[in-house]
């Protein structure tokens, strides 16, 4: 289950495929150093986006 507080660098390790949801909500810099240690809650407030929707589509 992915939650507010995974990381991205594990997200894309993990589920590689879902990458194309977070390019699709406005991630453009996953490959990003900074990025990989950033949780999904802090790039969805850095990127504007809203967090509870986010998730829910990365875990359905």
Excluded: F, R, W
């Excluded at 993990?14 to 809650?41: F, Y």
């Excluded at 802090?42 to 509870?52: M, T």
């Amino acid at each position: 289950m992915i939650e507010k507080t995974t990381k991205i660098g594990e997200l894309l390790e993990i589920a590689p495929e879902k990458a194309e949801i977070l390019l699709e909500a406005g991630m453009h810099c996953l490959g990003c150093p900074a990025s990989q240690a950033e949780t999904i809650e802090e790039a969805c407030l850095v990127h504007g986006i809203d967090v509870e929707e986010l998730i829910e589509k990365l875990n359905s």
